[in-house]
């Protein structure tokens, strides 16, 4: 690829690192399973009756659907109390397209809180190494917290120095990478999520709402997880997945420096924002039109209103008359990901819908068919 800007926008949105036909010559220890199909937590620290649930960014942002889909889903349950943190105070802008107001920073949070969290969520991050944000999550890990990165949010948690000697996985682009970069870490494949002690992590970004799911049922039982996937129209939670669907072929690079040189061809959608958005179907949504890298996508609204799950999401801009509007069908927040991809299709072919599948990590336990 001659434009390095173009490179960078391909890393970005189809999953950093290298494509999974590189992952092939592993070690078969690398490669073994870890057993378990549910996830085992803590009793809540003392004083509490329920979880309490901290999900954490960065200042300088972190993955829309990470971040959101684990507080949307563990809200929708019910189960546990839920927090949304940045190391920085003021607005925080997600990857990819939405912006929220947290409901605390780091530091406000420690102060009301100096037992810590019992789960700490940790979103992929635009500055995985962020000495603030580290250090936070090394603090909340030695105060007993249960540390759960979503897709490569295990940057974060490797660069802590948590995951060494520990099972681990991350979104399929990027294992061959940090397999090199943190070597005393065991990459685990073919796992949708993986518990080793008081560290889980996920495999890509779509990984958010079973692993969400599971940590329902850890908490609260199976019928808690049966019910709010029910209400979700969600898949199976299990940690079955096969990482070996997914390759980046010269093909898809092909097509996404198409996509993002014909500027002219490019859409502007808008995913309206009113009061009682739910957090869940927004993600989805807008994450994975954003990456066709066809349209640009705007969250389009008045001003600030409070999600379904109480979240502060603010506008990009007012709506415009000849905007396409993005209207999901109605039912479960989760089914609004395989609406999506299926329109997607439509306006701009199946491979240009490949590019949003393969940079979510979709696979088949989750509903996809590509």
Request: net charge positive; hydrophobic share 45%.
């Amino acid at each position: 690829m001659r434009n390095p800007g173009l490179s960078i926008a391909l890393v970005v949105l189809l999953g950093a690192g290298a494509p999974a036909a590189s992952l092939a010559a592993r070690s078969p220890s690398a490669q073994a399973d870890v057993a378990g199909s549910t996830i085992v937590l803590p009793t809540p620290k003392a004083g509490r009756t329920r979880p309490l649930v901290a999900v954490v960014a960065d200042g300088g942002g972190a993955e829309t659907t990470d971040f959101l889909i684990p507080y949307g889903v563990l809200k929708e349950a019910g189960v546990a109390d839920v927090v949304s943190l940045s190391t920085l105070d003021g607005p925080l802008q997600l990857l990819m397209s939405v912006k929220i107001r947290p409901d605390q920073t780091t530091a406000r949070f420690d102060a009301a809180q100096p037992a810590g969290a019992d789960i700490v969520i940790v979103p992929a991050q635009g500055h995985p190494k962020s000495p603030q944000l580290v250090a936070w999550i090394r603090r909340q890990a030695a105060q007993g917290a249960v540390i759960v990165s979503i897709c490569e949010g295990a940057r974060v948690v490797a660069a802590a120095g948590l995951l060494d000697g520990k099972r681990a996985t991350t979104h399929f682009a990027s294992l061959a990478e940090l397999e090199k970069a943190y070597p005393k870490t065991t990459w685990v494949r073919d796992r949708r999520w993986v518990q080793d002690g008081r560290l889980i992590s996920t495999t890509g970004v779509s990984a958010s709402i079973p692993t969400a799911l599971a940590l329902v049922e850890a908490i609260a039982g199976r019928p808690a997880a049966e019910a709010t996937a029910a209400r979700l129209e969600a898949g199976d939670w299990s940690p079955r997945h096969r990482t070996d669907e997914f390759r980046i072929e010269t093909s898809d690079y092909a097509v996404g420096v198409a996509n993002l040189a014909a500027a002219w061809k490019h859409e502007t959608v808008e995913a309206p924002l009113k009061a009682g958005v739910d957090e869940i179907a927004l993600a989805l949504q807008t994450d994975a039109w954003r990456r066709s890298m066809r349209a640009k996508v705007v969250v389009a609204g008045q001003g600030p209103v409070r999600s379904r799950h109480g979240l502060t999401i603010l506008p990009d801009a007012p709506h415009k008359a000849d905007a396409i509007v993005l209207t999901p069908p109605s039912g479960g927040a989760a089914k609004v990901l395989d609406w999506t991809l299926a329109e997607m299709t439509r306006r701009y072919g199946p491979q240009t819908a490949r590019l949003a599948w393969l940079g979510l990590e979709y696979g088949r336990e989750d509903g996809a068919q590509h």
